[in-house]
């Protein structure tokens, strides 16, 4: 029952976030308005349609799961659930903005804090990355594996645009294999967990919503996100901020990882 149970909230969850893609797509390269929630943090009229669309089609579904998404303003009632949708309607809004299709819809499922649904679609470029816990994790529908490297020298890693232009990075240039800055934390995620690239890393805090599904996708093909302090990732807090920063991909990439970032 529990099995068949995860794979509803499987397709639940991917027909909604195409759902949610199909209208982004209507304002992709066209008018709409954009606000500014904060310093650099712009919002669209897409992400808040798209996540009207979201939270309605996903609670209406299963109305005693809790909710947290960027767009919605946060009620301390999701954490007394069990399950609970962690939706970034538009991750990559600034991609969006600039044109860039790097930009996905992020719909992760916790169960008592643990991601076991993840799905980021990029309504732009037809890629539906999607996992659910003990099933592995797909792109359309070929499932893959994260690569598994021995050496950060070898290895390609993904990487903020916005860290990359503050110069973050700088001190890493020679480390790996290459450096290739990505709009979107959820989509470089993504990218990271079917084998594009070997790993993801961002320097600077991330909310829940934006890695919920890439931390599922990530586990599910066979390996782990941690943040910056050596923790793994814990879900649906009272403090929705993830500090100081995130790597994910192979266990062993990881860890090689983490000690060429914490090095003094």
Known sequence: MLERELNDD???????SKGAGDIIMKYYKHDYEIKEKGY??????ADNEA?????????????????????????KDRLTKKKVW????????????????????????VDN??????????????????????????LNEERFEVTKKDSISEMTILNSRSETRKGLWEPFENSFKRLEPIGSVAYKMGLTAVG???????????????????????????GKSINLNGQELEFNKEKTLI?????????????????????E
């Open 113 to 138: 804090g643990i991601p076991v649904v993840g799905i980021l679609h990029n309504p732009a470029t037809n890629e539906t990355f999607y996992a659910s816990r003990g099933y592995g994790s797909f």
């Open 10 to 16: 499987l397709n639940i969850a991917l027909n909604a």
């Open 40 to 45: 650099h943090n712009p919002v669209t009229t």
């Open 51 to 75: 996540d009207d669309f979201l939270k309605k089609t996903l609670l209406d579904a299963r109305p005693d799961y809790g909710w947290l998404s960027e767009e919605t303003v946060d009620s």
């Open 196 to 222: 594009k690239a070997d790993i993801f890393a961002t320097l600077r805090p991330k909310n829940e919503w934006d890695v919920c599904a890439g931390v599922c996708l990530i586990s599910e093909a066979g």
């Open 243 to 263: 500090e100081p920063g995130i790597i994910a991909g192979y266990n062993l990439s990881v860890d090689k990882t983490y000690k060429e970032l914490n090095k």
């Open 86 to 109: 962690i939706v970034d309607p538009l991750d990559g809004t600034k991609e969006f903005i600039e044109g860039v299709p790097q930009f996905v819809v992020s719909v992760g499922l």
